[in-house]
């Protein structure tokens, strides 16, 4: 079985760091797994993670009293999930539930921000990947704002 | 010569077999000629110009199957008055029809490679009779995907043929949703976010598009950054038709004449255009 | 050997006048009426608009009497021949609904043959071009052809060139080369005043057959020329690689400059001989039994030219300022393997504010000469 420093080599997120960064993210890193149904985390939680999905699919949602939890996005196999840990005050903004069963690299957020802030090189190096998610997410989140297929196309 | 080719602007008479609700706005029409003449020999992705009578005219992509023309199929989206006419027509009543116009889905350059079709809304339609002609001939091509994007589950067209097409083992479907209530399963978020991940091979893939303009712009971007070059991207446009003959000037766009030039382009020779705003 | 060429004084017009429409035609030719010259339906010379020419200038028309007799001394009448090859308005078929089925009629082929009487080059090659709209592609248009199979063309040489006129610059004129049954020179000299003729076709070497044989004369030929040669253009526009030009100049500053003029009236699409935009629609009576499907002219300046569900593509007044001329003279040439453009200035003379194209063109591309000398940067043209 592949330690998971191994593991992270392989995403794409994590390509280009070096051996001893990829060790270090190894030793904040757990292997975990959600059953269907059960909540990655909830809407306002303290944010300590973020996730790298292996397989399976998660549901990102906003709950609305009146229209119950409405799906936002789906993240399935490959995406990143988890940024709130990045910037205080450290709180979750939407909920996030395992549509499928979902298996996932969890990693330690309060334990990176203490390691970012001695060390600048890994920091400079998360930044920049966590970045092009976001842009990415963005990008994708304008597009749905269009509501393209409504009737004036 | 049959008389449509020296009248172009006689419109043919059908009967409407069947009419489906497929959303709250929009209907499939299957219908056949009333004179007993065969039905209409298609090219997947050629449309009619379909006649509400007294109202006008509209343009409509075939959706049936090319290897069975007997039925004709429309899927009509009522959002105009010839379109809201055509969406209240029930069995029993006349369709007139002109056509086939315009180019097609290139199904035979196809073969031998991957096809990666993406559409949204009502963009699948004039998809659907390529799918079927790949699916029937299926040992010519490698993998197929569908990547399918709706606005809603409620506003997705055609689900118990996604749901026969994903029971198959030979076809990717992929679809998403913009918003979804809990209990939804599938994908939500832009039909795009499912390119990175699709199952095809950039370097030898046919990619058919057809939806709306900014969600065919965002897809052909995906496409080009996975690999695949402008000349394998073909995407189906719509523009104001009249005539649909090439006489009447309304679907230009740029050089090209959406009617008879298209509405199936490859990618680079409406590239200059499509870039532009109000060409 | 040059063809040999035919002259005749008014009389002997007058009798050709009288033999086309004993073959059947009927004279469609210029005539002086409220101001302005028109072309319409006449019966003899006398109708011809004796002793008058014309002012144009941008957006202005004026009729002027010059007394020296010429019957074609104006340049070119507001419309051109296009109305009656290309009908504004005509009926596509008609339909009767029954309650047991649907009995469509579809529409008869026009038989009436027209004789254009004194069309000038440019106005030929406006009709050559809209043939190639009209009966090249896969469905010609059956009344366009039932129209133009049969017409005769009486072409006539311009002695003078309008202010507008600019069809030396676009190939198509001021001379007649080609498209003609009969073409005539005026020549008004010294007091005499007489037609060269010019046969173009057998249909119109039987027609001069039958009313002269009057060979022209050395002098007479000479003269003729003299009238061709002496006709001056006072507009240019450089179609060097115009095409191309306008392709990459889309976003151009210019354009926004001119659609601060142009107000979308749509005049200039109406007068030029060139374009072809139409529209159908579909009428039905009360009883909702019977309905019709007309086609009748359009214009790519209306709001709803480019409309489709939920919007128009072009709803700037630039946009379609730019779709108009973009496609005359650069789109065109893609489609139809020649420019849309034959130089006849009636765009310029009837534009309410006098939009010039040769002007348009001109703007662009010393604009890219300008962009060219420096760094980056776009200049805006607002000396």
Known sequence: MKTLDVILADHPFFKGLNAQQLQFLGGCASNVRFEPEEFLYREGDEANNFFVIREGKVAVEAFSPKRGPIIIQTLSKGDVLGWSWLFPPYHTHFGVRAIELTRAISLDGKCLRKKCEEDHDLGYELMKRFSAVMIQRLQATRLQLLDLYDQSG | ?279 | MTAQRFVVDTEVLQRLFELLVKQGYGLIGPTAREGAIVYDRITSVEDLPAGWTDEQDGGSYRLKKTNDGRVFGYTVAPQSWKRFLFSPMARLWQANRSAKNVHTVDEEDQTEKYALIGARSCEIHAIAIQDKVFLNGNYPDAQYKSHRENTFVLAANCSTAGKNCFCASMGTGPKVTFGYDIALTEVLENDSHFFVLDVGSERGGSVIESITNRTATEAQSKAADRVCEAVEMSKTLDTDGIKELLYRNYENPRWIEVAGRCLTCGNCTLVCPTCFCNSAYDVTDLTGKHAERWRKWDSCFTAEFSYIHGGSIRTSPMSRYRQWMTHKLGTWIDQFGVSGCVGCGRCITWCPVGIDITEEARAIRESEKILTTRSGGVQVENA
């Open chain 2, 1 to 279: 010569m049959k008389p449509q080719d020296t009248q172009p602007n006689l419109p043919r008479l059908y009967r409407v077999q069947q009419s489906r609700p497929e959303t709250y706005d929009t209907w499939t029409l299957e219908s056949e000629p009333v004179d007993g003449t065969d039905g209409l020999s298609f090219a997947p992705g050629q449309f009619n110009m379909v006649y509400g009578f007294g109202v006008g005219e509209v343009p409509i992509s075939i959706s049936g199957d090319p290897a069975n023309p007997e039925r004709l199929i429309h899927t009509v989206r009522s959002v105009g008055a010839v379109t809201k006419a055509l969406c209240s027509l029930r069995r029993g009543e006349e369709l007139y029809v002109r056509g086939p116009y315009g180019t097609h889905w290139p199904v035979e350059a196809a073969v031998g490679h991957d096809v990666i079709v993406v559409t949204g809304g009502v963009g699948l339609p004039p998809l659907r009779p390529a799918i079927y002609h790949i699916l029937s001939n299926r040992e010519q091509y490698g993998r197929i995907v569908l990547l399918y994007g709706a606005r809603t589950p409620q506003d997705m067209l055609y689900t118990s043929e996604l749901k026969r097409w994903r029971a198959r083992f030979d076809i990717d479907v992929e679809t998403t949703v913009d918003a979804a209530k809990h209990g939804w399963h599938g994908n939500v978020g832009v039909v795009t976010t499912l390119i990175p991940q699709a199952n095809f091979d950039a370097q030898h893939t046919k990619a058919f598009i057809c939806g709306p303009e900014i969600m065919t712009r965002f897809t052909i971007a995906g496409l080009l950054k996975r690999g695949v070059t402008t000349e394998n991207i073909f995407v189906s446009l719509e523009r104001n038709m009249k005539c649909g003959i090439g006489l009447c000037g309304h679907c230009q766009l740029g050089s090209v004449f959406v009617c008879k030039d298209g509405p199936v382009f490859r990618y680079d020779q409406v590239q200059p255009f499509m870039s532009k705003r109000e060409i």
